[in-house]
């Protein structure tokens, strides 16, 4: 590690300006990845949505869309606030980037947390085709499909949107100590731009699922 | 990479690495330093012991069902235990050596060297692939010792997800994670790529090795996470009775056919094209010209990676799917061989009006390309839709992708392990033992898996473990085969260790040209480089004038 104007740069490195653009390239790449691990079971759901119209929509009638809308609403301001974090952190700004991270995580978690209301309402309603539980959906098969379809693709989100958070804590706590300003502009950015694409992905999960 | 006459093959420039003293494997030894590194060129190395681990036990595996298939009659072992090894041959032949053993090995050693770095983009990330890597094959080590597992490579639902009472959770997580691993090092080297090249060093000066590890890169990166999502399917479905493959609820088996060969088409030039790479390194520097159509080849590499995406139909032209798609993946799978025969013709014009030095590493590189050439025809047979009725799912098929996986990928492999031997080690192998295991492991090769084409035309099914007396005499070859094959591959588990403490030292014994033999030390320094190397040529600057007396 040698210093450069404030920066510290890695071995591998040259200059400031091409760590900051591996870091960015490795990042943007990762998001691909997991685009793709999304997309998997996206292609799979959309076949089957095709397949089996009329049985997904009445499934999808179940859905809680009002806890649903709410949450978009959440995960939209957290975005809103990881943007804004990004942008006082690169100002040197600390105590206002705590307050939006702080605000970020609270969002993520209040999502979460609306999340597991939603599985409890949907518990208490026989909805979950688990081992053990009772089913209690009358409608043909395939709806059945669909809520297995729902509960492995929020699930799949909810996991992600789970290390998003655990991130932003542990970035929280970089920020606060505040031991090289110009590491933890770095890390705000990165880590807020997996926190975008986990909300991009509920973007897609969302109409998917609950405006069929 | 310079425009000055090759230095003459054989010289022996004893001096540098002499003088040099400290070097990347002699500067620390504890075992500590060795699973704490993040020097690329030590992760290789544990990387080359991992993936020779693996390919022991799915050797061994394969060895069993050759042994088994002397004979008409299912003798040695039943048929659920044929299954699992041959499950386990796949499982452990495609994840933890094929679709490693280039890049991680060869690749992480030498994509530094090779663009002028210090180092991959993420070192600390390099290490820790390793590490899942690890992870991943405890696991399937696991599932192993826990019965097994008889899905085959493929994992095809409905049978694994509701059927199978074998260990496929275990052998599916491993894989899952060593997923992962893959993308990990797809992602470190893309990065590496871009952003860490020498001055100088543009796109059109890297050598082939570099482009195609670079589109290895690619597919890993783009083509694993669906392997994964696939696989987590299946594991939810089984712990969870989450269905999302099963019949009865609607559900369609094809869609995990579709999900696996999106990602296992793509898969499968990971496990050739760093083989072309290698031996696009190796053909010029013993055949003294410069590689024939350099920008061809570097651009049919990021060819392949991208229509590799386009052809995963064409495994189940006979499994449902319709006749139009099938149509336009056979139309696509016999595009995407043109870019794959660009590059055959361009090694061959490499060769032409060359000084060709017939040395162990080269008779590596003629050997690949024989051998990928004949796998690839046969591609171009079963991608015909007619013809792939008959021939779906027989020793045709088999003997097809091991013509490319195995004469293809891990000749190459241990064409470019001998190739840059002298630059891992600093030390010189013995030459006359290299030749022999070389020509060895050609004709073992070609009779184990010549009469596999024959058996398959003849109708012979794969994967069972009995079969009529017609096909006895063509098997019995097939097993001599892999007796001499087997003696191919471990001549040089006996040679290369051995130099370590008998061969000589040398610095550049091929007069080879890119800038891991030009910039660097014999062995490297922990960095690579004294200081950075500025390039100012193209690649395979060999002329054919410069030659020993
Ligand atoms: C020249 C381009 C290629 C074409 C047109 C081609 C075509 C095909 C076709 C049509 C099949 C399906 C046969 C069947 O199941 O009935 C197949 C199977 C296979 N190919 Fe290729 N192939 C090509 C290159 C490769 C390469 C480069 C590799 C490996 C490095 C490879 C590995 C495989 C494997 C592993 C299978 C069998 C998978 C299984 O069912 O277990 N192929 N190929
Ligand atoms: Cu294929």
Redesign the interface.
């Known amino acids: 590690m040698s210093p450069q104007a404030g920066v510290t740069i890695?071995?591998?490195?040259?200059t400031a300006a091409?760590q900051r653009?591996?870091d960015q390239?490795?990042m943007w790449?990762?998001l691909?990845?997991?685009a793709?691990?999304?997309?998997?079971?996206f292609?799979?759901y959309l076949?089957?949505r095709v397949?089996?119209p009329e049985?997904f929509a009445a499934a999808a009638a179940h859905m809680k869309v009002g806890l649903g809308t709410l949450n978009t609403a959440v995960l939209l301001t957290s975005s809103l606030t990881v943007a804004l974090a990004h942008h006082l952190v690169q100002q040197g700004r600390r105590r206002a980037t705590l307050v939006l991270l702080g605000a970020t995580i609270a969002l993520g978690c209040a999502f979460l947390a609306i999340k597991a209301l939603e599985y409890t309402l949907e518990f208490r309603e026989g909805l979950m085709?688990?081992?053990g539980l009772e089913f209690r959906y009358d409608g043909?098969?395939?709806g059945?499909?669909f809520f297995?379809?729902y509960?492995?693709m929020t699930g799949?989100h909810a996991l992600h949107l789970t290390v998003a958070v655990v991130m932003m804590a542990v970035i929280f706590v970089l920020v606060w100590r505040w031991r090289t300003p110009d590491r933890q502009a770095r890390q705000v950015e990165m880590a807020g731009l997996y926190w975008h694409f986990v909300d991009i992905v509920w973007l897609f999960v969302y109409p998917a699922l609950y405006l069929v | 990479m310079s425009t000055t006459a090759s230095p003459p093959l054989g010289r022996r420039l004893d001096t540098r690495a002499a003088a040099a003293g400290r070097n990347y494997l002699n500067e620390s030894t504890s075992l500590r330093s060795w699973l704490l590194t993040t020097d690329h060129k030590r992760i290789a190395w544990l990387y080359l012991a991992s993936i020779t681990f693996f390919f022991f036990i799915g050797s061994l595996a394969a060895l069993l069902i050759r042994l088994e298939l002397i004979t008409p009659a299912g003798d040695l072992v039943d048929s659920d235990t044929y299954n699992k090894l041959f499950s386990l041959h796949g499982i452990i032949m495609v994840w933890f050596f094929l679709v490693p053993s280039i890049p991680t090995t060869l690749g992480n050693f030498l994509l530094?060297l090779m663009i002028g770095?210090?180092?991959?983009?993420?070192?600390r990330l390099n290490l820790l692939s390793w590490y899942i890597y690890t992870l991943g094959g405890l696991f399937t080590l696991t599932a192993t010792l826990a019965g097994g597992v008889d899905t085959g490579w493929t994992f095809y639902t409905p049978y694994s997800s509701m059927f199978s009472n074998t260990a496929v959770v275990m052998a599916a997580t491993g894989v899952f994670v060593v997923g992962f691993s893959s993308?990990l090092t797809?992602?470190?080297f893309?990065?590496t790529v871009?952003?860490?090249r020498a001055p100088g060093l543009t796109w059109f000066r890297l050598p082939i090795m570099v482009w195609t590890l670079y589109a290895t890169s690619l597919i890993m990166?783009?083509?694993?996470?669906?392997l994964?999502?696939?696989l987590?399917?299946i594991v939810?479905e089984r712990v969870?009775?989450?269905?999302?493959f099963?019949p009865?609820?609607?559900?369609?088996p094809l869609?995990f056919q579709?999900?696996f060969w999106?990602y296992s088409h793509p898969a499968v030039y990971i496990m050739i094209l760093p083989g072309m790479g290698v031996v696009s390194e190796i053909i010029p520097c013993f055949a003294r010209r410069p590689l024939f159509g350099y920008r061809a080849v570097a651009l049919a590499s990021l060819g392949i990676a991208l229509f590799g995406f386009l052809v995963w139909g064409h495994h189940m032209f006979v499994s449902g799917q319709s006749l139009y798609a099938g149509a336009v993946f056979s139309l696509f799978s016999f595009l995407v061989a043109v870019p794959s025969a660009i590059k055959v013709f361009n090694w061959t014009a490499t060769l032409y009006q060359g000084r060709i030095h017939l040395t162990g590493p080269m008779l590596y590189a003629l050997s690949f390309v024989g051998l990928f050439t004949l796998g690839g025809l046969t591609g171009l047979f079963l991608a015909t839709l007619a013809l792939d009725v008959h021939l779906h799912d027989t020793y045709f098929v088999t003997a097809h992708f091991h013509y490319i996986m195995v004469g293809g990928m891990v000749t190459a492999y241990f064409g470019g392990l001998q190739f840059w031997w002298p630059k891992m080690t600093g030390r010189m192998y013995s030459e006359i033992w290299a030749v022999i295991a070389a020509i060895t492991l050609f004709i073992g090769f070609n009779l184990t898996f010549f009469p596999q084409y024959l058996l398959g035309i003849a109708g012979m099914p794969r994967r069972y473990h009995s079969y009529p007396e017609a096909f006895q005499l063509l098997h019995v070859a097939s097993s001599a085969g892999a007796v001499l094959l087997a003696v191919g591959y471990l001549l040089p588990a006996i040679y290369l260790p051995a130099s370590l403490r008998w061969g000589r030292r040398v610095d550049n014994p091929w007069g080879a040209l890119g800038l891991e033999w030009t910039a660097a030390d014999t062995p490297p320094i922990k960095?690579n480089f004294h200081q950075?190397p500025v390039v100012t040529g193209p690649p395979y600057g060999y002329r054919n004038d410069a030659e020993p007396a």
């Open positions: 890695q071995t591998q490195f040259e091409q653009e591996a390239l490795g790449l990762f691909a990845t997991e793709l691990l999304f997309g998997g079971i292609a799979g076949g089957y397949l089996h049985t085709p688990l081992p043909p098969p395939p059945q499909m297995n379809l509960y492995t799949l | 530094p770095a210090r180092d991959v983009a993420f070192p993308i797809g992602l470190n893309m990065v871009h952003k860490l990166v783009l083509a694993t996470p669906v994964s999502i696939s987590l399917l939810l969870f009775g989450i269905g999302i099963d009865a609820l609607g559900g369609d869609l579709h999900l999106f960095h950075t």
